[in-house]
């Protein structure tokens, strides 16, 4: 024989669906705007980074082949000057000394630029599961509670029509029964008066 089911709460079950929604949804936003952010650090370390280098690097070339020419002018004009052109010489190494700075960086934003890319490589990594978790096993889970909820709705609905089928029924039977205790009554009367005038007779 068949047992009802023991539903205790299907207002939980239907809580509890709205709250994994929202979190598959929550989490799904998370992981694209940590994707955006990703790649925007990537473009900007492998692209604008090294371009903004190469550029500063171009730059400073030419100003030391400025600063060069004005020091060589300067020895020309001045070949007797003791002290030489002193003030070019010092503008020459600051000009080096820029071009050097600008190759360190350069240098560094490449070796940064392979570092991202192994750690971005771990990233995707830890974060494939979740997104296909996300996009599998937990959808799946809404799809069944949401079947589950249907078929409980449905249940609860039939059960409680049963019910009230059933208390119609007791009630028409009680009806039924009052009207037989009503008429068996009338006829005890009746009997009871027959028996009377027969008795007054005699």
Same mark, same amino acid.
């Given at each position: 024989?068949?047992?009802?089911?023991?539903?205790?709460?299907?207002?939980?079950?239907?809580?509890?669906?709205?709250?994994?929604?929202?979190?598959?949804?929550?989490?799904?936003?998370?992981?694209?705007?940590?994707?955006?952010?990703?790649?925007?650090?990537?473009?900007?370390?492998?692209?604008?980074?090294?371009?903004?280098?190469?550029?500063?690097?171009?730059?400073?070339?030419?100003?030391?082949?400025?600063?060069?020419?004005?020091?060589?002018?300067?020895?020309?004009?001045?070949?007797?000057?003791?002290?030489?052109?002193?003030?070019?010489?010092?503008?020459?190494?600051?000009?080096?000394?820029?071009?050097?700075?600008?190759?360190?960086?350069?240098?560094?934003?490449?070796?940064?630029?392979?570092?991202?890319?192994?750690?971005?490589?771990?990233?995707?990594?830890?974060?494939?599961?979740?997104?296909?978790?996300?996009?599998?096993?937990?959808? +799946?889970?809404?799809?069944?509670?949401?079947?589950?909820?249907?078929?409980?709705?449905?249940?609860?609905?039939?059960?409680?029509?049963?019910?009230?089928?059933?208390?119609?029924?007791?009630?028409?039977?009680?009806?039924?029964?009052?009207?037989?205790?009503?008429?068996? +009554?009338?006829?005890?009367?009746?009997?009871?008066?027959?028996?009377?005038?027969?008795?007054?007779?005699?």
């Amino acid at each position: 024989m068949s047992q009802a089911a023991n539903v205790r709460s299907l207002e939980s079950l239907v809580e509890f669906r709205t709250a994994l929604i929202k979190y598959i949804d929550k989490a799904k936003r998370s992981i694209s705007t940590a994707d955006s952010e990703v790649s925007r650090t990537q473009i900007w370390l492998q692209s604008t980074q090294p371009l903004h280098w190469k550029h500063e690097i171009r730059r400073s070339e030419e100003k030391l082949a400025q600063a060069k020419s004005e020091l060589f002018r300067a020895t020309i004009s001045q070949p007797d000057n003791p002290r030489g052109p002193t003030d070019q010489i010092r503008l020459v190494k600051k000009r080096q000394a820029e071009i050097k700075f600008a190759e360190e960086k350069l240098e560094r934003t490449k070796r940064c630029s392979r570092h991202l890319e192994h750690e971005l490589n771990e990233y995707r990594g830890a974060m494939t599961p979740l997104s296909s978790s996300l996009d599998g096993d937990m959808n +799946k889970a809404v799809s069944i509670l949401e079947r589950a909820i249907n078929s409980l709705e449905a249940y609860i609905a039939t059960t409680s029509t049963s019910a009230d089928e059933i208390l119609g029924d007791a009630q028409q039977v009680k009806s039924i029964a009052r009207k037989g205790e009503e008429r068996t +009554k009338e006829d005890d009367d009746e009997h009871a008066d027959s028996d009377s005038a027969t008795d007054k007779s005699n």
